[in-house]
């Protein structure tokens, strides 16, 4: 019993040791020079968990009915017809072409999209155009 006790304290501190994370789609490995390039289809799940999680994008848009927002299909229809940049915009760095006249319920959400990274927005991005093919 003593045996069993002390392998189960032992577990528990090797499990409680630093834990390191990762950032998404970058490598920590010292010998490389450059972050780790991010697969078309991680992008895809990326942008696809962003939207429907923490970006909360899908609360006004659907994939092909508008509710208080734009359905996704229109959004990526337009901006790719316009030639917009959805991560400009997603960066409050473009105008809204898709539906001016919703911008300013939009505007609630550019705390949310301008604390995504560079990579995380491009996802998001991604993720729209998806809904083209």
């Known amino acids: 019993m003593k045996k069993l006790f002390f392998l189960l304290v032992s577990m528990v501190f090797i499990s409680c040791g ?10 920590t490995d010292e010998n490389l ?24 994008c899908k609360t006004c848009h659907l994939p092909d009915k508008k509710v208080i927002g734009p359905s996704i299909i229109d ?10 940049n959805i991560v400009e915009f997603l960066k409050e760095n473009a105008e809204p072409i898709v539906d ?12 949310i999209t301008k604390s995504m990274s560079d990579e995380e927005l491009k996802a998001l991005e991604t993720y729209i155009y998806s809904y083209l093919k």
Do not use: C, H, R
């Open 18 to 27: 630093e834990k390191k994370s990762e950032p998404f789609g970058k490598s």
């Open 75 to 84: 959004v990526a229809t337009i901006y790719k017809e316009k030639n917009g």
């Open 33 to 56: 020079t450059e972050p780790v390039a991010v697969t078309a289809d991680a992008s895809l799940k990326l942008g696809e968990d962003l939207f429907n999680g923490v970006g909360l």
């Open 100 to 111: 001016p006249t919703q911008y300013e319920v939009m505007k609630t959400n550019f705390a």
